[in-house]
């Protein structure tokens, strides 16, 4: 190989090399370049949700991004500009759960939703020990007056 051709391949990487060597450090620490060349810092979030439910679906801004699996059952949205975000995670058969989260520069917001079911079946702890009359109502019936002294 030529001296020439050996000293054009050094600084061609020698060029790659410290460009890479300075995107590298800036996209780690948070900044991307948007369509119209802008440059600036990210953010992210992170919705936890119980292991044991499958097919919850997470919504961010209105467009669906992900139904949860058996093996993937957490939310990840990472270069996420800053702002407010709405969230919801839906599923069958429970209350959707909806929320504003707002995304700061260099950091992740974390959610812990709440599903609760629309159908809730199960009976009192103790229905044959416990009388919600007998904690309202004296023994004669009339209601109680006096709840300091029985």
């Known amino acids: 190989m030529a001296k020439k051709t050996r000293k054009i391949i050094f600084w061609v990487f020698f060029s790659v090399f410290l460009a890479l060597s300075t995107f590298i450090p800036l996209y780690q620490a948070g900044y991307r370049i ?9 953010g992210g979030i992170f919705i936890a949700l119980p292991v044991s439910q499958n097919g919850i679906q997470i919504y961010l801004d209105g467009k669906l991004k992900k139904e949860t699996g058996f093996l993937r059952p957490s939310f990840f949205a990472s270069d996420l500009r800053p702002k407010k975000y709405s969230i919801l995670v839906a599923k069958d058969g429970f209350w959707p759960w909806i929320k504003e989260l707002e995304v700061k520069e260099n950091m992740v917001t974390e959610a812990k939703p709440l599903l609760i079911p629309k159908e809730i079946s199960g009976k009192a702890a103790a229905p044959d020990q416990f009388d919600m009359a007998s904690v309202f109502l004296e023994p004669s019936g009339e209601e109680k007056t006096d ?4």
């Open 147 to 150: 709840y300091k002294n029985k």
């Open 34 to 42: 948007d369509k119209k060349l802008n440059i600036a810092q990210v």
